[in-house]
């Protein structure tokens, strides 16, 4: 049984409402923090070994440590609820459900960063959950845990909700401050980092929803303690979206130590595959990141089990390896079609796109089109190396991730399911598309060779 530090209270009738979520033990945190100094919070944090929990993985205590602290200029803590991520939805579950232990996450990170305003920017399909945020806002404002001189500390915060218009750029932190200072939703240009120039030109820290959150139980029970759950780099739990086909969909909360095979077929986390179909793939951490095959999610190159932590996915880089992203788990089954799935997601990248920078702008339509061509039973084999060439030419030369976003799915498909690419070019008229089921769906016992 995994350890639970974010939803160990999930199923407490009443735990959105301040009353029930104080008897908890509910802003106990902020209690003990405002004992400690800013700095102080700040190496728990770093101790923890907290990373962000948004999808790049970045140590967060170090994040922290970056802001830049000039002398009479405010400084701003902005969270990240623009949870677009086709397959994720983690975010949405600890704030619908929740909200409280996020509002007391923002006030503790808030004071250790010295941010007197903080604002969470929510994706705009979300508008039934920012009702939510603001009665807890209300009720945490009521009961003197924001406002003016917070508990007699002397400390001020104001937190705001801010909703975005449904852009998937946005999640991006500095199109998402951009969005949030009233302009269109377009990536900056870094350096200047938002630590240093970030909202309305001042020292500013974005953090995702989950990262926040963490803070919470890291100050409860203390960054040494976080650390020691997990393994190695990969600390603390994580929350995994898991949907696909499987038989439990749903958030699940896990310490990183469980094995990929234990996550899908355990009846604690997934409960297996519906109909006894055969694994055929999976999409480990959001759309955005490399599809697997079976053999390649359960096992890595070495043979070794597949672990649910960010080294162990990435083990082998993009040529045997994925990403734990942001946690979506897309799970396919044998009836799946591959090529078809990647068109679906070359389909949202060239609509999202902000068209700021020119290889993705033409670059992912393009994705997209000889996709559906290749789909459609019209392809050419010449087009799998066009897809390969214009993925290529995407990757790395956009002004923010989106680009990559494209291209990495696309790559990946085209590296571990060329094959099922060749056949719907081969085979036009089948209507059936389930090509590849016998050398994808078990485990190949001979090695993988890397790129």
Not at 200 to 224: F, H, K, R, S
Not at 254 to 263: G, S
Not at 267 to 283: R, S, V, W
Not at 314 to 335: K, P
Request: overall charge negative; aromatic content about 10%; hydrophobic content about 35%.
């Amino acid at each position: 049984m995994s350890k639970k530090l974010l939803l160990k209270d999930a199923h407490i009738q009443g735990i959105r409402t301040y009353e029930v979520y104080r008897k908890q033990g509910g802003y106990d945190a902020v209690e003990k923090a405002f004992k400690m100094t800013p700095d102080e919070i700040t190496e728990e944090v770093k101790t923890s070994g907290l990373r962000g929990r948004g999808g790049a993985g970045f140590p967060t205590g170090m994040k922290w440590s970056f802001l830049a602290k000039p002398e009479g200029v405010p400084r701003y803590l902005v969270v990240n609820a623009d949870e677009s991520e086709p397959g994720t939805f983690k975010d949405r579950y600890l704030m619908e459900f929740i909200p409280h232990l996020l509002i007391e996450g923002m006030i503790v990170s808030s004071f250790a960063l010295g941010a007197n305003t903080g604002y969470i920017y929510i994706r705009g399909e979300y508008a039934w959950i920012v009702a939510i945020l603001e009665e807890a806002i209300d009720e945490a404002k009521a009961a003197g845990f924001l406002g003016k001189n917070i508990l007699g500390t002397g400390f001020d915060l104001e937190i705001y909700v801010h909703r975005g218009a449904g852009a998937y750029i946005c999640g991006e932190e500095t199109a998402l401050l951009e969005s949030l200072e009233g302009k269109r939703g377009n990536p900056r240009l870094k350096p200047p980092f938002p630590a240093v120039k970030g909202l309305w030109e001042c020292p500013t820290v974005v953090n995702n929803v989950e990262t926040i959150a963490a803070v919470v139980p890291i100050i409860n029970i203390t960054g040494a303690e976080y650390a020691k759950i997990g393994v190695g780099r990969s600390t603390g739990t994580k929350l995994i979206s898991a949907c696909g086909n499987i038989n439990k969909p749903g958030v699940y909360e896990i310490d990183m130590t469980i094995t990929v095979e234990e996550f899908i077929y355990s009846d604690e986390y997934c409960g297996g595959i519906p109909n006894g179909k055969k694994l055929k793939a999976c999409i480990p951490g959001g759309s955005s990141v490399p599809i697997v095959p079976a053999n390649l999610l359960l096992r890595t190159i070495n043979g070794e089990p597949r672990i649910m932590n960010y080294e162990s996915l990435s083990d082998g880089g993009f040529a045997t390896g994925t990403m734990m992203g942001s946690g979506g788990f897309i799970v396919l089954d044998e009836d799946q079609s591959v090529v078809k799935h990647t068109m679906t997601l070359a389909h949202f990248y060239a609509h999202e796109s902000c068209g700021q920078c020119t290889p993705c702008r033409e670059g992912t339509p393009w994705l997209y089109k000889i996709l559906k061509k290749i789909h459609s039973g019209e392809g050419t084999l010449n087009d799998i190396d066009l897809l390969w060439d214009v993925q290529r030419k995407i990757e790395g030369n956009t002004i923010c991730p989106l680009g990559d976003a494209a291209a990495w799915p696309v790559a990946a498909a085209i590296r571990h399911f060329r094959d099922e690419f060749e056949w719907y070019i081969d085979n036009p008229e089948s209507q059936t598309r389930n090509y590849g089921l016998a050398n994808y769906a078990d485990p190949i016992p001979v090695a993988v060779k890397a790129e």
